[in-house]
Structures are given as C-alpha cells and as structure tokens.
C-alpha cells in the first residue's frame, strides 16, 4: 500500500468533492460486484462476491444520504459509470474467478490509496466524514485481502490486468471530482 500525499500547505479541503467521488466510487463499485454476480452468481464464489456487494451497497447509501444531507451535486459521468462498472466486473468474471478477484483486489487497492489521501487531507475539520471514509477504507482493505485469499494473484495475465484497472480507477477518480 502506498502512502497518501500530503496536502499543500494552505490548501482549502473540498469536503463536496470528496462527497461526490466517493458516491460515484461506490455506485461503481456496486455495479462491478453486479456484473461479477451475473456471471458467477450461482458457483460458490458468488457467495463471497455478494457479501463485497452488500457492504458496498451500505457504503453507497451513507454517500447517497451524505450527498443529499451536504447538498453535493453529484457526478454527471453516473451513466458512464454505470456502463462501465458493470461491463469490468462481467468482463473480468467471463475471464474466469480468479480474474474477478484480481480486479477486485485491484480496485480495492486504487480505492485504498484514495482513502488514506482522504483522511489525511480531512485531519480534524471533518469528524464525521472522515470517521466514515475510516469505516469504510478498512472494508475495502477486507475485500482485497479477500480477493487475494480466492486467487487473485494467480489470474493469467494478473500483473498487466491489475495495472490496467488501477489505472482506470484512478482516472475515474479526478474525473469524477470534477464533472
């Protein structure tokens, strides 16, 4: 796991932005684990794959009420995401379990890293949010270790499809700060 950068001095924390990655961050992910689930739904990994699913079902309401309670406007790219979560989870899941797991683990790591820059930027302005994005940094970090405990890592073609999630997770992040 990387360390978070740390914030500029005298840079201003946008809380609204934080709000509205995070809520398009674990729509995306709800619609990964569901493109995972049509595909391997009923084989005995699914079982793990919609425990993930449920909790970041969780995650997506507390952002859909922070978004609604805070006035954020959320991302404009919600349908992009939409299309493109489920189309990486259902892709990834046709490659087969352990590269379902393999994007998780992924994902989870690019979301890991986004996190811990969150609450070192939030340091003590933000109780709340930041004792939120702590709760639900450290189930992220449970769903990798779970991805990795299931295979991920033996996934043919693991370290260029890690990378490549990675990658798209983190322009996915600074896009939707932003529009």
Known sequence: MRKAKPKAPGAA?????MIRVDHAG?????????????ILGKRPSGDL????????QHHLQTFDRLVNERRVRPTALEPVWRVA????GAATALMGEKAAFACTAAVEEAIDEHYAAQIEALGDSDPDLKKTVEDFRADEAAHRQTALDNGAEQAPGYKLLSEAVKVGCRVAIKLSEKI
């Open 13 to 17: 924390i946008d809380t609204e932005a």
């Open 26 to 38: 674990e729509y995306g992910a709800v619609r990964i684990y569901e493109g995972q689930l049509a």
């Open 49 to 56: 794959i919609r425990h993930m699913a449920e909790q970041e």
């Open 85 to 88: 979560g489920f189309a990486l």
